[in-house]
């Protein structure tokens, strides 16, 4: 079941949902003021930092361990400002992060849990931008930053700018509690390529 933004509320309301810092207003004060909750996702936003994949002779080998820090071994960080936005260029990929932290607490208290899809926003996808494609599933369990796998398929650079909206957070009831969590190797995340760095 996909909750509604009233019951994203309420789910905000009892701790079964954590976003923090919590997306505000809940309800527009006047009807055209941006409200980050529509009928039934929450939108999230852009943090400052910005992973850059470079161009090597390497292939990715997922039988190896480590991932998230061979990928920022091979990355160049930047650091996005409201006066420096990034100018993603057509046919360039780059790890991103959500501004917010989201958590899915299961709760033994309660018989059922969380779980999330985060998706990409139309009016970035009518430009071309393809934001967390393929992997959109947040486990329930799951506590950190969403990172954020965005390319632009368009013909023209785009601005990514720091606390845009950039994806928006899809919240489902999962019926009766998981068996055994199997914590993700990004749980916990602190960048966009999945290290646990101490901040």
């Known amino acids: 079941m996909i909750l ?26 006047v009807r055209d003021d941006h409200c980050p909750y529509d009928t039934h996702s929450v939108d999230l936003r852009l943090s400052s930092e910005i992973s850059i994949p470079r161009a090597a002779t390497f292939a990715y080998d997922l039988t190896q361990p480590g991932l998230a820090k061979f990928i920022a071994s091979q990355s160049t960080k930047i650091t996005i400002t409201n006066e ?4 993603l260029s057509p046919k360039t990929f780059v790890l991103g992060q959500t501004l917010e932290t989201v958590g899915l607490p299961i709760r033994p208290d309660c018989s059922t849990c969380l779980a999330a899809r985060i998706e990409g926003k139309s009016s970035r996808a009518r430009c071309g931008i ?4 393929t992997a959109p599933t947040v486990h329930p369990g799951w506590n950190g930053p969403l990172t ?11 601005l990514l700018c720091l606390g845009m909206p950039i994806a928006q957070l899809i919240v489902e009831e999962v019926k009766g509690l998981p068996a055994a969590l199997n914590p993700s190797q990004f749980q916990g995340q602190t960048t966009p390529e999945g290290l646990v760095v101490a901040k």
């Open 130 to 133: 393809l934001v967390h494609f």
């Open 4 to 29: 509604s933004s009233s019951e994203i509320h309420k789910a905000l309301n009892e701790k079964r949902l954590i976003i923090d810092p919590e997306p505000v207003p809940r309800v527009p004060a």
């Open 148 to 158: 954020l796998e965005i390319i632009n398929l368009g013909a023209s650079p785009f």
């Open 84 to 87: 420096q936005p990034y100018m």
